[in-house]
């Protein structure tokens, strides 16, 4: 009787060790999604007007400014545009003015296989969005000029061609250049009429 006793004891532990733990999982965060778009996503909630969010290749380097943050992500580089973009569209307190290499629509595939592949995805992917062709170091000129006083969200990707980075200069949503040149204008006027 105790043996059998022992036996059962031993049979409902070992079940009980093999079930999987549970885990504590955000309302966010869902088993599915991984934790570098979760980040993402609560970066860019907190993230506003002059805010700058890089997606680049694996040879980007990590920059001394503080207010730049960098991680590093087990996905492609146009996983990484697709979640900043859809990220940014649900939110409604910014926008964004999106910059690529203009070096990279002279990149060609003898010297950097798969630039073909990536330009055509990269092309469907912002396809009606506004999107601005820079010289890399002029796109890195601003960033890091804005960097002296805002933050910015370096996502490093795996990627291994040149001049691919996707650069997302956040703007207020709700409000665009024409609304402000409006208001400046107005200001002007009163100002004349005082």
Same mark, same amino acid.
């Given at each position: ?19 999987? !733990?549970?885990?504590?999982? =955000? ?36 920059? =001394?400014?503080? !207010? ?53 995805? &990269?092309?469907?992917?912002? @396809?009606? @969005?506004?999107?601005?062709?820079? &010289? ?6 601003? &960033?890091?000029? =804005? !960097? ?7 996502? @490093? ?29 107005? &200001? ?7």
């Amino acid at each position: 009787m105790i043996t059998k006793l022992l036996a059962a004891v031993i049979i409902i532990s070992s079940l009980s060790c093999s079930q999987p !733990a549970k885990t504590n999982v =955000s309302a966010e965060e869902t088993p599915t999604s991984p934790r570098w778009q979760q980040e993402v996503t609560e970066t860019i909630k907190l993230f506003g007007h002059r805010n700058w969010i890089v997606i680049a290749d694996g040879a980007y380097p990590q920059q =001394s400014n503080a !207010a730049i943050k960098t991680i590093t992500i087990d996905a492609t580089q146009l996983e990484a545009v697709d979640v900043v973009i859809k990220s940014i569209e649900k939110i409604k307190h910014v926008s964004a003015n999106i910059y690529t290499d203009k070096e990279m629509a002279f990149v060609v595939e003898e010297s950097a296989p798969g630039i073909e592949d990536y330009r055509r995805h &990269l092309d469907a992917l912002l @396809k009606g @969005k506004p999107v601005k062709n820079m &010289l890399h170091e002029d796109v890195i000129r601003e &960033l890091d000029a =804005s !960097a002296k006083l805002f933050n910015v969200l370096v996502i @490093k990707t795996n990627m291994a061609i040149p001049y691919t980075s996707v650069f997302f200069q956040l703007e207020c949503g709700y409000w665009n250049a024409k609304a402000e040149e409006k208001l400046r204008e107005n &200001l002007l006027k009163q100002r004349f009429k005082n």
